[in-house]
């Protein structure tokens, strides 16, 4: 009977709108399923563009998603998808037409983590962008309207020239967008920006109830996997120092072995031992010796580069994994770190008296066919040859 019903020309408006809801909760299902893979931020943000770019999916050319910086007050473009051009758009047409892509499918051809960095040409153009959140009554842009309301917003050709100065319409260059919040108990935590600029076809209402189904999903996915990389965090770090712990440490210098292996760039890696730091304890207290290793933390901190990892090995002994560093470079650093440890007064930022804290360090570097283990032990040796030697000295393995 229903069949009947929906073969009568007269009902054709009802079975549209029974294939359009049957593909809304289509999309709906396919995207929350493809989120509920992961809890790393990056590749949920990537699922959720995917989702709302892909043909099969909400079907949008471009889109940007934006999350609150709590520290820096602004809203920050944090991954976007899309092509950079109305030629690049016709070819991934093609690809897609001729391949009928599953939304799985587009999310799997680039899996993005944590670890890795989405690098496609429209992202580049707009991760710039960070928009300043002041006080609602302050704000006037498009982008920080819906942060504070907390509402979609569509923006059409009548409303062009109101916001013709506008940083994402200047950015976005386009005649019709649509903004909607991502939230999580209530509360906005980013946005999602998307248009159609090449194919030029109309938002609908349809589009935008579609659209917030899945926003809301999305919302609720970042503040997960915000508050696991919270836990996360403090669960591979040294709760004293603040530092990389002794089981981040294992698992990194795995993972940056393996990259070497398979990229065929350099390695090395310091051990350091505080020396004497024994009789330091038995003088002052223990008290005073947990002031010492945070103040050294922070020396070491602050000698090393922004892609080196450094760990509290144990007890009063540190390590540095240095990615890409050849063992010339690592002796310069290695140095560097006994120096300005050795010529550090104490005395004003930790102890009341004033105290000379010097420190032994071992260095090796990766070569071919090394492991973990041969890395750590020689590190080790050449820093005990370090103490062997006088202390406060830089050996190499």
Known sequence: MLENLLIDPQNSTLKEELNRAHQELAVLYDVSKAIQTSLELNNIL????????????????????????????????????????????????????GNNHHIDDLIQEEKITDSTSYTSSFYQSVKSLQ?????????????????????????????????????????????????????????????????????????????????????????????????????????????????????????????????VKKNKNSLSLILMDLDDFKKLNDTYGHHKGDLVLKEVSKILRDSSRPTDYVCRYGGEEFASILPNTTKKQALTIAERIRQRIAQHSFAQTSLDVDLTVTISIGVSSFYDDATKENLITESDRAMYRAKSNGRNQVFLA
Request: net charge positive; charged share 20%.
């Open 46 to 97: 990537y699922i959720i563009l995917t989702g709302v770019t892909a043909h099969n999916g909400l079907g949008f050319n471009r889109a940007i998603l934006f999350l609150a910086n709590a520290q820096t007050r602004c809203l920050e473009a944090k991954m976007a998808i899309g092509p950079e051009s109305a030629e690049h758009a016709y070819e991934i047409w093609q690809h897609l037409s």
């Open 131 to 259: 928009i300043p959140l002041r006080h609602k009554e302050e704000d006037s842009n498009l982008l920080t309207k819906v942060y504070h309301e907390g509402k979609p917003l569509h923006i059409n050709s009548d409303h062009i020239k109101q916001y013709a100065q506008d940083p994402l319409l200047q950015k976005f260059q386009t005649k019709e967008l649509i903004i909607v919040p991502l939230k999580a108990k209530h509360k906005v935590n980013g946005l999602i920006v998307a248009d159609n600029l090449y194919t030029q076809k109309s938002i609908t209402t349809s589009d935008l109830k579609i659209f917030m189904m899945v926003a809301n999903q999305a919302g609720l996915a970042i503040e997960n996997a915000r508050l696991y990389n919270i836990v996360r965090h403090k669960s591979r770090t040294d709760s004293l120092t603040k530092l990389w712990n002794h089981g981040f440490f294992q698992d990194q210098l795995t993972e940056e072995i393996d990259k």
